[in-house]
């Protein structure tokens, strides 16, 4: 053999010992991914009594909790109100495009970013960007400041529906202890008039007695349902500063109503799951006959013209606009974290895009429909008394427990009427109070997952919590207390929080990148769909959002009840009340700053970078996906 053949099997042997070399070395990488698969999978497996936080165990548990929280009491007292003083159809337009550039894609990101990472806002920004771990407690503050209150309106509802079962109604005619003499009964009247009599303050005078009285001391005219509320139900003082005692029967209502709460959430998710599938469903059934019902009145239609007929003219001003805008945001609760409490929960593959899709277009029908419902029966009490609809109207508390309780005395069967209504409010109540319930609970549960183990008693001892707090609220002075924390408690630092989201997502994290992490858990998506995303939420919903924070400041009011003016220490103590959500998110962040920038060597501007950087810790809720990232990130092997 000669020595160029020698060269050649030797070069050859040196080629076959190199590949492998090179093949031995990527069997050792796969098995070292696969080994630290399988003991990534053993550990999570092992460590699940402690840390498992549970999930939706139903199809449409998510979609029925999502549609309970965001269509509300405010869809049925306040969205028709609006439109009415708005345009009426016309205010369709603008809420619908609210809808689109500012409500629904804030409703997208929160679902996306809680579901992909599945953790609750108390943990969930502390690990995308230490600097902005404030935001979630922030919003955890303002949950657990509606849980408060808000939970005092399904006592309220529990008593009415209570008391709906007595023959006659409780606040029917003005032959009462509670009445005053500003009390003024159609009804009475009429039957006063019948027998020749004459109506006065309240009695029926003979012809005589009516003669020799001095008739020319007027008085404002109150329906009896309104001195039942104010005189009798909640037993009102004078004003906040004058406390009074504590409403008992306001109180045993309170406390049924927490016990509700706690017996649907003693389980966490599992439990509440299941009771929204009645919860969330009821009121479109009692609507719906209510509708039928109002159609067969004399003077629904006259309610309802008054109520849909369009005023093109107020399209070009801002009022509409901006009520339009507020409207929706606050219809469907971002930033107060919710949204991304009930996503947390999701399974990692789970489609919140067309959930978004689904709350956000039944939002806005469930609203547009609840307007009918109204003017239709206020069009009858219109026609009954015999007056104008705008004289009739009201909104929010007004509507519910003084305008639609004098209505049903008009009608045929008034207690199953009243009773099948306030149940209704009741269940749109309950299905609210369970996310903000379940904010504040997953929070504490987030934050301290040794007590997963224990989630019964914490959700007691929140509703312990919760029941105290909100005896202030059935204090003769509670309707005033009621009212200040209504409009200061999420406002200011809700839309600064939901501005401050939009920038950390759309620009320092980057939508982009955010985009990808939600094709991770759905599916590639078109180029339109990243396109679309990345401007909303770059650019076009801070920018709405903006707008809303100064049409809030230019239409800002010191809060007041009627004609009751509170005093400054109650206006100051509100500003509090509005700014410690946001103040707690920027304290927080100075506090990250200060201890970081103490203890590097790094510049302020480079500290300040790192910390807007997400962590280790941030990673899909998807141990599988998981996996995949932190042996893409690794040096050391490459995948």
């Known amino acids: 053999m000669d020595s160029t053949n020698c060269d050649e099997i030797e070069n050859c042997s040196m080629?076959?010992?190199?590949?492998?070399?090179?093949?031995?070395?990527?069997?050792?990488?796969?098995?070292?991914?696969?080994?630290?698969?399988?003991?990534?999978?053993?550990?999570?497996?092992?460590?699940?009594?402690?840390?498992?936080?549970?999930?939706?165990?139903g199809k449409y548990d998510f979609l029925l909790s999502l549609l309970g929280y965001s269509v509300g009491l405010g869809n049925v007292w306040r969205f028709p109100y609006l439109c009415y003083s708005n345009g009426g159809g016309a205010f369709l337009i603008p809420f619908t495009v609210m809808l689109i550039i500012a409500g629904l894609p804030l409703m997208f990101m929160e679902l996306s970013l809680a579901q992909y990472v599945g953790l609750g806002p108390?943990?969930?920004?502390?690990?995308?960007?230490?600097?902005?771990?404030?935001?979630g407690y922030g919003m955890i503050l303002i949950s657990g400041m509606v849980m408060l209150y808000y939970n005092?309106?399904?006592?309220?509802?529990?008593?009415?529906?209570?008391?709906?079962?007595?023959?006659?109604?409780?606040?029917?005619?003005?032959?009462?202890?509670?009445?005053?003499?500003?009390?003024?009964?159609?009804?009475?009247?009429n039957d006063c008039v019948v027998n020749n009599g004459s109506y006065y303050m309240g009695n029926c005078l003979s012809k005589e007695q009516f003669r020799l009285l001095n008739t020319t001391i007027r008085t404002s005219r109150r329906p009896p349902a309104e001195e039942f509320f104010k005189n009798y139900f909640l037993q009102l003082s004078t004003g906040i500063e004058e406390t009074g005692t504590i409403n008992q029967r306001l109180a045993v209502c309170l406390l049924v109503a927490w016990i509700i709460i706690f017996l649907c959430l003693s389980k966490g998710v599992k439990s509440s799951g299941k009771v929204v599938y009645f919860t969330a469903l009821f009121p479109y059934a009692v609507l719906t006959a209510l509708f039928i019902r109002g159609l067969t009145l004399p003077g629904a239609f006259d309610g309802i013209m008054y109520y849909l007929r369009p005023d093109w003219d107020k399209l070009f001003t801002a009022q509409l606009w901006g009520d339009a805008a507020v409207q929706i945001f606050f219809a469907l609760s971002p930033a107060w974290g919710g949204l991304l409490t009930l996503a947390s929960y999701n399974r990692f593959s789970?489609?919140?895009?067309?959930?978004?899709?689904?709350?956000?277009?039944?939002?806005?029908?469930?609203?547009?429909?609840?307007?009918?419902?109204?003017?239709?029966?206020?069009?009858?009490?219109?026609?009954e008394l015999d007056t104008d609809v705008a004289n009739v109207i009201d909104q929010g508390a007004g509507l519910a427990f003084v305008v639609f309780p004098e209505l049903v005395g008009k009608l045929e069967m008034p207690r199953?009427?009243?009773?099948?209504?306030?149940?209704?409010?009741l269940t749109l109540g309950l299905d609210s109070q369970f996310t903000l319930m379940e904010t504040v609970v997953t929070a504490i549960l987030d934050t301290f997952p040794a007590l997963r183990r224990k989630k019964t008693a914490v959700v007691a001892c929140v509703s312990i919590t919760g029941y105290i707090g909100g005896l202030i609220f059935v204090t003769n002075s509670g309707m005033y207390w009621f009212q200040l924390f209504d409009k200061y408690a999420a406002n200011w630092s809700v839309l600064l929080i939901a501005i401050t989201e939009c920038v950390l997502i759309g620009w320092i994290y980057g939508a982009k990148r955010f985009i990808f992490n939600i094709e991770e858990?759905?599916?590639?998506?078109?180029?339109?769909f990243h396109l679309f995303w990345q401007t909303i939420w770059k650019y076009i919903t801070p920018a709405m959002l903006l707008f809303i924070l100064c049409f809030n400041w230019l239409q800002y009011k010191p809060v007041s009840y009627g004609r009751y003016m509170y005093p400054n220490w109650a206006d100051i103590l509100g500003w509090v009340l509005a700014s410690a959500p946001f103040g707690i998110a920027v304290c927080m962040s100075i506090v990250k700053i200060r201890t970081a920038y103490s203890s590097s060597e790094r510049s302020f501007w480079q500290t300040v970078h790192t910390l807007l950087q997400p962590t280790s810790e941030w990673k899909p809720s998807d141990p599988r996906a998981a996996l995949e990232m932190v042996y893409e990130n690794s040096s050391g092997i490459e995948i």
């Not at 108390?122 to 935001?135: H, N, Q």
């Open 15 to 57: 080629k076959l010992t190199v590949e492998g070399w090179l093949n031995q070395v990527e069997r050792r990488k796969q098995l070292e991914y696969t080994a630290g698969y399988d003991s990534c999978m053993e550990q999570q497996m092992n460590d699940q009594p402690l840390t498992k936080r549970g999930s939706w165990t």
């Open 521 to 528: 858990m759905f599916g590639k998506r078109s180029k339109c």
């Open 122 to 135: 108390a943990v969930l920004f502390k690990r995308l960007a230490p600097l902005s771990a404030g935001l």
């Open 152 to 189: 005092v309106i399904i006592a309220w509802t529990i008593f009415y529906m209570v008391v709906s079962f007595e023959e006659p109604l409780p606040w029917r005619g003005c032959q009462h202890e509670w009445a005053t003499v500003s009390c003024f009964s159609y009804e009475e009247e």
């Open 416 to 425: 199953t009427w009243s009773v099948l209504f306030f149940f209704m409010l």
């Open 350 to 383: 789970n489609n919140c895009y067309r959930d978004a899709i689904v709350v956000a277009i039944s939002n806005i029908l469930t609203s547009f429909f609840s307007g009918f419902v109204i003017f239709a029966i206020i069009g009858f009490l219109a026609h």
